[in-house]
């Protein structure tokens, strides 16, 4: 039944587009990682502000179509970001621990676009029940950043972003399982997963920071 899901994702109109497409989000994402290098911190500020309004519209403003430009902009300005994130988290947590979060963020997504491409059910209408769950989350994680909390706390958020983001994935190539994609759809639906895996990813340096502390 494995060997037929994933055949039949191969055939799908629109998968070979999808992953071209996040293949090269994450070529801009590298070479955003490479300038980050070279760039002096007081531009990153702004550049991360552009990059979380970018992301703020692309997520909760489903009204305006984002041109693909746009949309292709958010993995090179992450690239940026990420290279500030991970030095933070290398300092705190070395290099050799960050790299094992990486690498266990990749296993772990490629099991779940597995269970999303084997699951027989259509989950599609989970997507509402995500959202609302999504909206929470970034309600109380703005509370963490203007509010002192408690170290639990930050703890318990990020098992949830990884919680959520992990069924997201589940959920996205559900989608793309049962032809819910668009062809409009498509450089959104790459960028879903792309962003999926960083959220992950930066969540579980968050935990592994924690228990390290």
Sequence with gaps: MGGFALAHFARSPNTRLILQHLACMWVLTVIGVFLGI??????????????????????????????????????????????????????????VLVLSVFISTVIIFILLAVLGLTLKADISNWGTYLFVTLIVVVVFSFIGI???????????????????????????????????????????????????????????????????N
């Excluded at 693909?68 to 902009?73: G, Q, V």
């Excluded at 969540?203 to 592994?208: C, F, G, Q, R, V």
């Design 38 to 95: 070279l760039l002096p911190p007081w531009i990153v500020l702004p550049l991360s502000i552009i990059c979380f309004t970018l992301l703020i519209v692309t997520y909760f403003v489903r009204t305006i179509k984002l041109a693909n430009a746009i949309l292709y902009s958010i993995p090179f300005l992450m690239g940026i970001m990420l290279f500030w994130v991970t030095q933070f988290f290398i300092h705190f947590l070395g290099v």
């Design 146 to 212: 203007f509010i002192p909390v408690e170290s639990m706390f930050l703890l318990v958020l990020s098992a949830i972003c990884v919680l959520l983001f992990a069924i997201y994935t589940v959920y996205d190539f559900n989608l793309i399982r049962h032809n819910h994609v668009r062809e409009d759809e498509v450089i959104r639906m790459a960028l879903g997963l792309f962003l999926n895996f960083i959220n992950m990813f930066i969540n579980l340096l968050e935990i592994a920071a924690y228990f390290k």
